[in-house]
């Protein structure tokens, strides 16, 4: 695998127009809001706004006078075949109108440990984008971030069984979504790498303590089981499945700091890359 090792870039100082596909989400709006105060003319494109990757409506307009595109849009059924069909089409889509407009640099946002976790029919879904990516002629970085903050409670919800929370006690490294958005709007304005760069929060902790962590701190009573059998996204994972690589670029909030934040008060969106059924990560 292609990876990264260049240092973080500034932000352009010249504006460019950079498309936002997911731009109304989660990490989407977030993005779209950092890249307008850097001057860029950021687009936020998503179906709400007229633009479908999947059958290619308003893509052609959209991407019109774009330099940069980034793709922070996930699946909206977590069915393993359409969560497939749906990273494939949309990725083969975008990469198609990108050349035909001349776009310099396709931005992906996936997971780190997404080559780890074949087992998973979600993350089945993400290889193939990641796939399709690197074959392109289009010039690209993807981007790898680990779970996030605000997802936490939603890991917990989908993680029930027999009454409790069943997490592996494995290591991780989340990390604030809008630290996210700054690591994506980070890479979207610089050159493009052609290979991976992993971002991740600033420091580890057990799967299972953090959530639990979580929980309490909305009063949350429901237990937390350390269970080494417990799947995630259907897959097996170890020890260090889900850790970036030792050159990750780390956000810089905390989780004590991000709790102190607003978005710690709401409720949590559904967590990243759990392929959870019926629901779908907010990006």
């Given at each position: 695998?292609?990876?990264?090792?260049?240092?973080?870039?500034?932000?352009?100082?010249?504006?460019?127009?950079?498309?936002?596909?997911?731009?109304?989400?989660?990490?989407?709006?977030?993005?779209?809001?950092?890249?307008?105060?850097?001057?860029?003319?950021?687009?936020?494109?998503?179906?709400?706004?007229g633009v479908n990757t999947v059958t290619g409506e308003g893509l052609a307009e959209a991407l019109q006078g774009a330099s940069v595109v980034v793709d922070v849009s996930n699946s909206p059924s977590w069915e393993d075949a359409a969560v497939l069909t749906f990273f494939e089409t949309s990725t083969r889509n975008l990469l198609q109108y990108e050349a035909a407009a001349g776009v310099g640099h396709h931005v992906a946002l996936s997971v780190v440990g997404t080559d780890r976790l074949s087992e998973s029919g979600y993350f089945r879904g993400k290889i193939a984008q990641e796939k399709l990516i690197r074959e392109s002629s289009v010039p690209y970085s993807i981007v790898r971030a680990t779970q996030f903050f605000e997802f936490l409670k939603g890991l917990a919800d989908i993680s029930m069984d027999g009454g409790k929370v069943h997490l592996a006690p494995v290591l991780f490294q989340p990390m604030s979504a809008e630290d996210v958005a700054t690591g994506v709007g980070r890479v979207a304005t610089g050159a493009p790498v052609n290979g991976v760069v992993e971002i991740a929060g600033p420091e580890p902790f057990r799967l299972n303590e953090l959530v639990q962590r979580r929980l309490a701190s909305l009063h949350d009573t429901r237990e937390v089981v350390a269970d080494p059998n417990a799947l995630y996204s259907g897959a097996k994972i170890s020890e260090r499945t889900l850790l970036p690589e030792k050159d990750a670029r780390l956000g810089e909030t905390s989780f004590e700091v991000w709790l102190t934040q607003a978005g710690a008060q709401v409720q949590s969106a559904p967590a990243q890359g759990t392929g959870a059924e019926a629901q779908r990560k907010a990006s």
């Open positions: 695998m292609s990876r990264s090792r260049t240092p973080e870039s500034r932000m352009e100082e010249t504006p460019v127009k950079i498309v936002v596909i997911g731009g109304t989400g989660l990490i989407g709006s977030k993005l779209v809001a950092k890249l307008r105060e850097q001057k860029h003319e950021a687009i936020a494109a998503s179906p709400n706004t």
